[in-house]
Each structure stands twice: as C-alpha cells, then as structure tokens.
C-alpha cells in the first residue's frame, strides 16, 4: 500500500513563506506525475501545481510567480516552496502522485494565511 504524507503547514503573515514536504512510501515501482492541490471549505479542490517525473511543471495562474515545485526523485518526495503568501492560499493542501500508474493521495496539511 502506498503513502503520502504532506507536511510543513501552519499559519503565516501574508507577504510570509512556507515549505511544503511530501513523501511517498511503500511498494514503489514507479511514480510519474506529482502534484499539490487544495481545497477550501465548501469550494472545490483545485490544482496548484504539477511536476512529471522528467521535471517539467505546470501551476495555476493564481500561484504563478510565487509557488515553485520540486522533486527529489531518489527521495520519492514533492515540495512546494510557496512565497508571498496571500490570505486567499488560505487552506487544506494535499498532495497527490500517479505511483504504480495509479493516482494516490494522502491527509492534507493546513496552510493559513493571516492578513
């Protein structure tokens, strides 16, 4: 069974940063796709961004310029560096992978954002 365990949440000043982690765990053969997305309370969850595992990424225009993504491969972990926080990022992120061909996700962690 495969895990995902996102971290680095909390609560930061708008104009603030955050580093988001997530690892994937057990029975690996492969993971292509990578990505955070996140969801507000009676909205939809959205994505923010992706990374393939050849590195090329993609984000929403409301993260770009502000949020990157990254991954270390050998460590089977995303992060995602966000920058000048906006009240607005206010919310759950989730991390979630295609691993073994199939999409896997994990808990979320919070993310607020104080004005």
């Known amino acids: 069974q495969v895990q995902l365990v996102a971290s680095g949440g909390g609560l930061v000043q708008a104009g603030g940063s955050l580093r988001l982690s997530c690892a994937a765990s057990?029975?690996?053969?492969?993971?292509?796709?990578m990505g955070w997305f996140r969801q507000t309370p009676g909205k939809q969850r959205e994505l923010v961004a992706t990374i393939t595992n050849g590195g090329s990424t993609n984000y929403a225009d409301s993260v770009k310029g502000r949020f990157t993504i990254s991954r270390d491969n050998a460590k089977n972990t995303v992060y995602l560096q966000m920058n000048s926080l906006k009240p607005e990022d206010t919310a759950v992120y989730y991390c979630n992978a295609v691993v073994n061909g199939l999409w896997s996700g994990g808990q979320g962690t919070q993310v607020t954002v104080s004005s």
């Open positions: 057990g029975i690996i053969f492969s993971i292509n796709v």
